[in-house]
């Protein structure tokens, strides 16, 4: 079967290309192939399920800050289309968009399914051909076409986009294409942490500075505690920044938790000695002090050896030292990692020097592009993934189309 474009891989990149190809050229025919029997299955569980479809960046150099692995290439294609483009692009097909406190910006609906029905009645409207369960076996140049032996039989096009994530597979092919890939580990998930001091505190939310302990990395941001360890964005934002770093250590470290943020110890010791200066008779367990939640103050209290009868007149300097040091330098054993909710990012994918970040397409074959995570790009949580794949399928649309004409020609004479 012959086309002008083929993309393997039915995710929000592979939709996103075809599209905007479609409809920059409705005469070209494309086809998305698909391993698995539904498509867009990452979209569904994004977000919790309400797809979060971009961030609240709207300058492109801050926006890049946002990707471990991809930020220096990115800044360039989001000088071309970024977060407001995203948003124009879907409002422009009825999809009304919302940005909530922290940035993440969601459909209204706050339903995942909005932005899959947008895909759907865009790949109907433009005649696109989506095929699901058509695993890809092989493919490769042949002449002026590229071929791509899948399950159900051949498939030719002229040019071919490859948005697959992170498939190993499909790495694999791309490695006997020529193409180097860096090694896939997981870049966005939760620190498996057993410990008395949070063992009841499930669901306790507050600002702290989290450093991984003997290393350069530190974050800062929400912490929320879980009935398996730590999440939230400051554990969430390491763990992309770490990626490589944690999976060689095997996810057996330490982190150093600093509750108070940005008091030193000395800073925290002070200002407990004039707490029991000026509140001689009151019970410290009892009332939480820094603005902590208060399961959180008293668990540290507790973990400091101060009972839970004793009155701030009745500590010694020794468990006040104690407790400056639970309160800024609190260490805690990381044994394992848990994947953030039901999604999966993964840092590795396509050497980046290998590709053309002008539209796409690989420096070493021609008409051969690439979009979303089968780069070896990621980002930490609130949209940036997606804003990856939104741009670098869009550019690469602009790319595919500017010599669609003649290729589409070519394919028809065949």
Known sequence: MNYD?????????????AINVAENNPNVTIVILERGKEVLSKVRVSGGGRCNVTHAEFVPDELTKNYPRGEKELKGPFHTFMTRDTMDWFDRRGVALKIEDDGRIFPVSDSSQTIIDCFMSETR?????????????????DHELWKVNTNHGDFTASK??????????????????????IDAVPSLFTFNIKDPRIKELPGVVTQAVVKIKNSKLVNEGPLLITHWGMSGPAILKLSAWGAIELNALGYDFEIVVNWLQYYSQQEAFDELKELK??????????????????????????????????RWADINKVQLKTLSEQL??????????????EEFVTAGGIALKEVNFKTFESKKHQNLYFAGEVLNIDAITGGFNFQNAWTGAFIAAQAITAGSSSSSEQAKDI
């Open 277 to 310: 200066n000026a509140n001689t008779k009151q019970l410290v367990y009892t009332y939480a002090q820094f603005e902590l939640p208060k399961r959180l103050w008293r668990s540290l209290v507790v973990a400091s050896g101060i009972t839970t009868t004793m």
């Open 160 to 181: 071919l986009m490859i948005a697959t994530g992170s498939n190993p597979k499909i790495w694999k092919l791309l490695q006997e294409q020529g193409h180097m890939t």
């Open 5 to 17: 474009l083929i993309i393997i891989g039915g995710g929000a990149a592979g939709f996103f290309t």
């Open 125 to 141: 409207r433009l005649g696109i051909e989506v095929k699901t369960n058509h695993a890809v076996k092989s493919f490769g140049a």
């Open 328 to 341: 800024t330098q609190g260490v805690f054993k990381v044994k394992g990692k848990s994947t953030f909710k």
